[in-house]
């Protein structure tokens, strides 16, 4: 089970692609915290992920270590294990920040779009001045304490043809893990689409590359569909399944099945399942949930069915405005995307290429990787 925790509403950042900020910011009480940490503890006992999110999760360090502090103590007290992330935007990071996370294994995601000219195009400060430069100072204290850190990437319509470039940047500055999403809320046209396939294209070019080199790194867009080939239907089960496997909690302390949900700290009501003083209304979440399993026909009719995005109720949502009504543009990425990646994988495979084989059919690369980077 994974919980979400909206600690703040308010935000140091102003991000083009991001919903507008609240007139009138929130913030999570410490009260919400405890009751939420609870909560959690009753529903997933055994094995539960945290993540700090905002707004900007930052503005409120005192109640990630308040947060983390009661998870430590259900620890000791009733078993069970938590692991924690946070994400970012770097502004707010510092050493001492940086030490804590180290020591407590918090793992951070940081909000970095590429280069200075891509990055700084969406993400500014109230003030409209660019924050690329000040984030590339801490990238190199964080990567020093997390060398896995993930950088999570947003591609518009407006940045897509930088797309491998920025790719590239996030590698050379020594970043492992990237997490690339589209902005499906952007403007896109038939150009953009365009020029989409030819940074695809660019990419596997650069997979390629960086396999044979045997490089460690992770690219969602790619990985996710090599798995949805050598899986099959297994793929589908890492989904977080619409309010049942992953939820969020708003500083309200409302309960919400997708982070996508909580769009101003007070939310969007009619997607509230629950709340963390009464626990979730399972008939709320049933209805929900079998609402986001309905498929459009000519979806079940697509030979690229069982591997599209069209399973996400949240971006479908974000895109639509129905949680299982897909998008055209939707369709039309995937539909783009998913022969690149298995023309890709063919290759590498048919060459023996060793890393693109351990990582996507050892299920104990994870761990042999991970003492390999210790012992040297």
């Not at 919400?32 to 905002?54: C, D, L, Q, Y």
Request: include cysteine.
């Amino acid at each position: 089970m994974h919980i979400t925790l909206h600690l703040t509403s308010g935000c140091n950042l102003r991000c083009s692609y991001c919903y507008s900020p609240p007139k009138k910011r929130m913030d999570m009480s410490e009260e919400v915290v405890g009751k939420a940490i609870e909560f959690v503890r009753k529903i997933s006992p055994h094995n539960t992920g945290i993540i700090f999110f905002g707004g900007e999760p930052l503005l409120r360090k005192d109640l990630i270590k308040k947060a983390m502090k009661i998870c430590r103590e259900s620890e000791k007290k009733h078993g069970g294990s938590f692991h924690f992330k946070v994400t970012t935007n770097g502004l707010l990071l510092d050493d001492d920040f940086l030490q804590f996370a180290t020591n407590e294994r918090l793992q951070i995601a940081l909000s970095i779009d590429g280069s200075a000219a891509v990055h700084d195009r969406h993400r500014q400060t109230i003030r409209k001045a660019g924050t690329h430069a000040r984030i590339e100072k801490k990238l190199g204290m964080l990567l020093r304490s997390q060398p896995y850190a993930y950088a999570l990437m947003v591609i518009t319509p407006e940045t897509v043809g930088d797309y491998a470039r920025s790719m590239e940047y996030l590698i050379e500055k020594g970043f492992h893990y990237i997490i690339a999403s589209l902005n499906y809320a952007g403007k896109w046209n038939d150009g953009h689409l365009r020029e989409l396939k030819k940074q695809y294209q660019k990419l596997a070019k650069l997979y390629e590359r960086w396999t044979r080199e045997q490089k460690k790194f992770y690219f969602s867009p790619f990985e996710k569909k090599f798995a949805s080939h050598i899986q099959g239907k297994d793929a589908l089960c890492q989904q977080c399944h619409f309010g049942i496997k992953q939820v969020s909690i708003a500083p309200d302390g409302t309960i919400y099945p997708c982070v996508q949900f909580v769009q101003d700290g007070v939310s969007n009501r009619d997607f509230g399942i629950g709340d963390v003083f009464s626990g979730i209304d399972p008939k709320k979440q049933e209805t929900l949930y079998q609402l986001s399993r309905k498929s459009e026909p000519l979806c079940d009719d697509c030979a690229l069915n069982e591997r599209c995005e069209h399973r996400c109720s949240c971006l479908n949502w974000q895109s639509t405005g129905s949680i299982n009504s897909v998008s055209p543009l939707l369709c039309e990425t995937e539909r783009i995307l998913i022969p690149i990646v298995d023309r890709l994988g063919e290759k590498l495979y048919s060459q023996g290429a060793s890393v693109f084989i351990q990582k996507h059919y050892n299920a104990a690369y994870p761990y042999i990787s991970c003492l390999e980077d210790i012992i040297h």
